[in-house]
């Protein structure tokens, strides 16, 4: 994908025009997303190690470095889009980082890729998909489609090490992993639907807590809820 600098100076010109408050608003929920995006080129660097730990396949490792490449630029354009806004150049400080190394058990490296890819990547997508839709801008609608491409693959390779992993640890992984699949969804099912509008911002590409939510529970309830009983033979 490439954003012509054209395109950049036509979303400055368009986010130029908006009132302060929107403006500032605007900027604020942009380098939000764009310090999880930088959070996530750390979560890839981790899940890196854990594949090195466990003797994963080049072709995975390859594929996580790959993912971490991704991430590197989600951040980069999202901080752009939040620089538009602000009218001034923003980006990440030092991250945080965590003081453990990550589990590098087999069990633990799938659970963990099973929450945080299998489960949440593919919520990522499904969420970058429906903002990409809904923005009438076409500069973000762009970063968008790209994010929503990148991260739908990134769910991919997360299904890939988890399959890898049963086939590799056998059966004596199956029910840790449908236990945390079940658990997972159990804590998804009990959040209750946060108050505030849906829509708002929604033509700037940002998703109110509202749609978030929504679009959540709908595609934990199919595709991931699917996905997983194959990969799992059966949740419950
Ligand atoms: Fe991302
Ligand atoms: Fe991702």
């Not at 190690?49 to 072709?59: D, F, I, K, N, S």
């Not at 901080?79 to 001034?88: K, L, V």
């Not at 589990?103 to 970058?128: H, K, P, Q, W, Y």
């Not at 801008?137 to 762009?142: G, L």
């Amino acid at each position: 994908m490439v954003i012509s600098t054209d395109d950049w100076a036509r979303l400055g010109e368009r986010a130029r025009s908006l009132e302060a408050e929107v403006r500032a608003a605007l900027a604020w929920r942009w380098s939000n997303a764009a310090l999880g995006e930088h959070a996530s080129i750390g979560s890839f660097a981790q899940f890196s190690l854990q594949l090195l730990a466990v003797g994963a396949p080049p072709e995975v490792l390859r594929a996580s470095h790959r993912a971490g490449l991704d991430e590197i630029e989600h951040a980069r354009l999202s901080f752009r889009i939040a620089s538009a806004f602000a009218g001034s150049p923003l980006g990440p400080g030092p991250l945080p980082l965590p003081r453990a190394m990550p589990d590098t058990t087999l069990v633990g490296a799938a659970r963990a890729t099973l929450i945080e890819g299998c489960i949440a990547e593919t919520i990522s997508a499904n969420e970058a998909q429906h903002a990409a839709a809904w923005t009438t801008d076409p500069t973000i609608a762009a970063v968008l489609g790209q994010i929503s491409e990148d991260e739908a693959r990134h769910a991919e390779l997360a299904y890939t090490f988890v399959g890898w992993a049963i086939q590799t640890g056998g059966s004596t992984l199956r029910d840790p992993l449908r236990k945390a699949a079940r658990d997972q969804f159990a804590a998804y099912e009990r959040l209750s639907a946060p108050a505030g509008p849906s829509m708002e911002l929604r033509h700037w590409g940002v998703v109110s807590e509202l749609d978030r939510f929504e679009l959540q529970r709908q595609v934990l309830r199919s595709t991931v809820r699917l996905a997983l009983e194959s990969m799992l033979a059966g949740l419950d």
